[in-house]
C-alpha cells in the first residue's frame, strides 16, 4: 500500500481480497499477500479475520485460508444438531449443565 488510509489499511486490503475471491481468483499464502500490499504480517491477518467474520474465507489448520465453502459459515448449533442427527446434544443434557459446559465434563463441584 502506497499511502496510509483514513479507512485502515487492513480494511481496505478485506476489501481488495473479497472482489478477488468474488471473481474466482486464488486465495494467497500469507507471506504473498504481505509482498503484494507491502505490510506487516498483522494487518494481512486482521484483514483476513474480518473476511473470516464475513464468511468469506475459511482458516484450515496446516493449510491456511482458503475461500470459504457454500459461501458461508455454519453456526455451532447447525454442526451439531447435523453430528447429532437433529437434536443439539446427543442426550439433552445441556439444560441441566448450562450452554456455556459441555455435555460430557461434570459441572463444577
Not at 21 to 47: F, Q
Not at 72 to 77: C, H, M, Q, T
Request: proline share 7%; charged share 25%; hydrophobic share 40%.
Amino acid at each position: 500500500m502506497a499511502e496510509a488510509s483514513p479507512r485502515g489499511t487492513y480494511l481496505v486490503i478485506a476489501e481488495v481480497l473479497r472482489k478477488e475471491i468474488k471473481k474466482g481468483e486464488p486465495l494467497l499464502s500469507e507471506a504473498a499477500l504481505m509482498r503484494s500490499h507491502n505490510v506487516a504480517r498483522n494487518t494481512i491477518r486482521r484483514a483476513l479475520k474480518v473476511l473470516e467474520a464475513d464468511g468469506v474465507v475459511e482458516f484450515v489448520p496446516g493449510t491456511g485460508w482458503r475461500p470459504a465453502r457454500d459461501g458461508g459459515r455454519r453456526s455451532l448449533a447447525d454442526a451439531s444438531s447435523t453430528f447429532h442427527g437433529g437434536n443439539s446434544t446427543a442426550d439433552g443434557d445441556h439444560q441441566k449443565a448450562g450452554p456455556w459446559l459441555p455435555v460430557w465434563l461434570p459441572a463444577p463441584r
